[in-house]
């Protein structure tokens, strides 16, 4: 009776530890999927609730270099009447894959950083979901 126990607990482990590589293994297969240059939209909808604002545009453009050392430059190209703003904004931060669902996006010294949902992935095309109702298109 002991040893049958035993035989279940290391069967129990042994499907654990595969369990865990495959995460692994699943991480890092998207991380090297992200991992390049990528056109990009960000696009948010009004609330339904709210009053509508004219001469609003809930999209903005811009590009994603992101290496494989774990550094990412974002260039997002506002515009007046851009409901994410008018300037051209170009940022370097660091970036890593969690769990294979979450690409989180950290600046340095920042322990928590700016997770954002994996939703879609391809070889050329990503989709990204920041908050309830911000969306990131990338596309090669």
Known sequence: MKKRHLTLLILALAIMLNACD????????????????????????????????????????????????????????????????????????????VSDTVLNLINDGDKYGIPYTIKEISDDKIKLQLVEDVFLFLTK
């Open 22 to 97: 495959s995460t692994k293994g699943e991480t890092e297969r998207i991380s090297k999927t992200i991992a390049g240059d990528w056109n990009v939209q960000w696009v948010t909808y009004p609330d339904q609730n709210a009053s509508q604002t004219e001469g609003i545009n809930y999209t903005m453009n811009g590009l994603m270099n992101i290496k494989e050392d774990g550094k990412i430059t974002i260039s997002a190209y506002g515009y007046d009447g851009c409901i994410f703003g008018s300037d051209t904004l170009i940022h370097t931060l660091n970036w890593e894959v």
